[in-house]
C-alpha cells in the first residue's frame, strides 16, 4: 500500500488502462531515443571559397601619320598627350576582364559637352560613341572606337561661338559597364576630363573602375544528438516502464477497500480507533458508507469510533448506536472469524471422563439426597458445608 488513498483507489478502477498507458509512454520514447539519434539535426551555413574580380580599364592609342615629334607609323599607347597633326584620330578602347567567357559584358562609350557658368552646368550634349555587347574572349571583353579629334574641335568651337564668350565648353569622356557573372550581376563606371589645347589633347587620366565578389558555398553540417534531450527521453522511458510494472504489481487492490481507506483519510479529524462492546447500545442502526456515519457525527456533535478488530465505524448517541462495517450487521461483527475444524463423530461420541473425589476410600457419586437439608444453596455456607 502507498501512503496515497486517492492512488490506491485510482489504481484499483483503472490500474489496467494506466498500464497500458504507461508502457506506450515508454515504447513511444524508446522509438523517439532512436529516431533522435538516427536523424541528427543538420545546420547549413554560408563559407566563403574565393573572389570573382570584374574589371574595366579605357586605354587609348593613336597611330602617327607624319614624321615630326615621333616617326611616322609609330604606334602611341595611353600617352600622357598627343598631337593633333601628328595623331588626329584617337583609338579608345574599353577592354574588361571577367572570371569567365560565359560572363554577360555590355560596354557603354560616351563623350559628353558640357557648358558651365560658375559651377552650374546650363547646357551638356551626350554623343553616343559606342553602345554594344562585347563577347569574352579570353576572359577578356573588349569595345573599340575611334574619335576624330578635327571633328571635336570644330563641335566645341561651334557651341562656344553660339555662347558669345559666356562660358567655355568643357568635354568629358565616361564609360559604363554592365556585366552578370553566374553569382553577380554590377554595373562599372569611370570619366575623365578630354582636354583639347590648340595643337594638343589629353585624358586627365586613364579611369578604371573594379568589383572584388566574394564566391560562397552552402556547407550542410550534421550536429551531434542532443545529449539532453536523449538522456530525457531515456529517462522517460525507464521511468514509464518502472511506473508500469509498479502498477502492475498493485493490481489486486480491492476498490472497495481503497475507497474506504480513502474516506478515512479524508475524514480522520472525525474518527478515533477504539474498541465497541457487543452490548453496547439498546438500538443499532446500519448505515450504507462511512461517510453516513460521519454526518451522524457531524449532525451530533460526537465522534466516530473505529473497532479495527470488528471492522466497524460507529456513533454512540445515548442509546443508539449508528454503525457502518463491510462485514454486515451488527451481530455479524461480534466475533472475527474462525477456521475451525469439526471434530469427528467418533470424538463427539466419546463419552467425557469420570470425575473422581479424592478421598481415604473409593469415590461415591454426589447423590441429590445428600443435598437435603440444605434450604438456600445461594448462601455461600451452605456452600462450606457441602
Do not use: C
Amino acid at each position: 500500500m502507498t501512503n496515497s488513498p486517492r492512488l490506491e483507489l485510482l489504481i484499483a478502477k483503472h490500474g489496467r488502462t494506466i498500464v497500458i498507458a504507461l508502457v506506450a509512454i515508454g515504447l513511444l520514447s524508446v522509438l523517439a531515443t532512436g529516431w533522435v539519434v538516427a536523424n541528427p539535426a543538420t545546420t547549413t551555413t554560408t563559407q566563403e571559397v574565393g573572389e570573382e574580380r570584374v574589371e574595366t580599364d579605357l586605354q587609348t592609342s593613336a597611330e602617327v601619320v607624319e614624321d615630326g615629334l615621333w616617326d611616322e607609323g609609330t604606334i602611341l599607347e595611353n600617352n600622357a598627350a598627343y598631337v593633333v597633326d601628328s595623331t588626329p584620330e584617337l583609338e579608345v578602347a574599353l577592354v574588361t576582364t571577367v572570371p569567365s567567357d560565359d560572363t554577360h559584358v555590355e560596354h557603354r562609350l560616351t563623350l559628353e559637352y558640357e557648358a558651365t557658368r560658375g559651377d552650374e552646368v546650363f547646357w551638356s550634349e551626350e554623343v553616343v560613341l559606342a553602345n554594344e555587347t562585347a563577347t569574352p574572349s579570353d576572359e577578356a571583353a573588349v569595345t573599340e572606337t575611334t574619335i576624330d579629334i578635327r571633328e571635336v574641335i570644330d563641335e566645341q568651337a561651334a557651341v562656344e561661338d553660339q555662347l558669345e564668350g559666356i562660358s567655355d565648353v568643357s568635354l568629358t569622356l565616361a564609360f559604363e559597364t554592365s556585366y552578370e557573372t553566374d553569382s553577380h550581376v554590377g554595373t562599372l563606371t569611370g570619366e575623365t576630363p578630354f582636354v583639347i589645347t590648340g595643337e594638343t589633347y589629353y585624358l586627365e587620366e586613364h579611369p578604371s573602375d573594379s568589383d572584388a565578389n566574394q564566391l560562397t558555398q552552402t556547407v550542410e553540417e550534421t550536429e551531434s544528438p542532443s545529449s539532453a534531450l536523449v538522456g530525457l527521453l531515456i529517462l522517460l522511458a525507464g521511468g514509464a516502464f518502472a511506473g508500469a510494472s509498479w502498477v502492475n504489481g498493485r493490481s489486486d487492490i480491492d476498490v472497495a477497500q481503497a475507497r474506504q481507506a480513502l474516506h478515512e483519510q479524508r475524514y480522520a479529524e472525525w474518527i478515533s480507533r477504539g474498541s465497541l462492546p457487543m452490548w453496547i447500545g439498546d438500538e443499532h442502526v446500519g448505515l450504507d458508507t462511512l461517510e453516513d456515519v460521519v454526518d451522524v457525527a457531524i449532525d451530533t456533535n460526537e465522534r466516530v469510533i473505529h473497532d479495527r478488530n470488528r471492522g466497524l465505524f460507529a456513533v454512540v448517541n445515548k442509546s443508539v448506536v449508528y454503525y457502518y462495517s463491510d462485514r454486515g450487521g451488527w451481530e455479524q461483527t461480534a466475533w472475527p472469524d474462525f477456521n475451525l475444524t469439526r471434530q469427528s463423530t467418533d470424538d463427539q461420541s466419546e463419552s467425557p471422563p469420570s470425575m473422581e473425589l479424592e478421598g481415604d476410600g473409593p469415590s461415591d457419586p454426589i447423590e441429590t439426597d445428600d443435598l437435603e437439608g440444605v434450604d438456600d444453596l445461594d448462601d455461600d455456607d451452605a456452600w462450606q458445608n457441602l
